[in-house]
C-alpha cells in the first residue's frame, strides 16, 4: 500500500522559513516522483514541486522558484521541501504526492500524481 506521510506545517511570520517532510512507503522510490501540491482556501490546488530521487532532477513553479527547495534523502525514502522567505500568499494545506517517473516527465504533474497524501497546514502571517 503506498502511503505519504507529511509534517512539518505549522504557524511562521513572512519572511520566515519552514521545513516540510514527506516520508513514503510501499512503492520504489527509484521509479517515482516525489512532490507537492498546496491549495489555499477558496483557490484551485497547484503543483509546484517535485523531485525524481534517482537522480536528483527538480521542476519548481514560477511562484515558488528561488525561495524553495526541495530534495530528498533516498535512504530514508523522505522528500524535504525547505522554504524560504515565505509569504501570506503561501498559505494553504501542501499536499505530499507522488507518480511514476516517466508520467510526471512527460505531463503536468494534475495528471502525472497518483498518490496523495493527506495534507499538511501553512500559515504565514503578517
Known amino acids: 500500500e503506498v502511503q505519504l506521510v507529511e509534517s512539518g506545517g505549522g504557524l511562521v511570520q513572512a519572511g520566515g522559513s519552514l521545513r516540510l517532510s514527506c516520508t513514503a512507503s510501499g512503492f520504489s522510490f527509484d521509479d517515482y516522483a516525489i512532490g507537492w501540491f498546496r491549495q489555499a482556501p477558496g483557490k484551485e490546488r497547484e503543483g509546484i514541486s517535485y523531485?525524481?530521487?534517482?537522480?536528483?532532477?527538480?521542476y519548481y513553479d514560477d511562484s515558488v522558484r528561488g525561495r524553495f527547495t526541495i530534495s530528498s534523502d533516498n535512504a530514508k525514502t523522505t522528500v524535504y521541501l525547505h522554504m524560504n522567505d515565505l509569504k501570506p500568499d503561501d498559505t494553504a494545506v501542501y499536499y505530499c504526492?507522488?507518480?511514476?517517473?516517466?508520467?510526471?516527465?512527460?505531463?503536468?504533474?494534475?495528471?502525472?500524481?497518483?498518490?496523495w497524501g493527506k495534507g499538511t497546514l501553512v500559515i504565514v502571517s503578517t
Open positions: 504526492t507522488s507518480g511514476r517517473s516517466a508520467l510526471v516527465r512527460e505531463a503536468p504533474m494534475e495528471y502525472a500524481m497518483s498518490a
Open positions: 523531485i525524481n530521487p534517482s537522480d536528483g532532477s527538480t
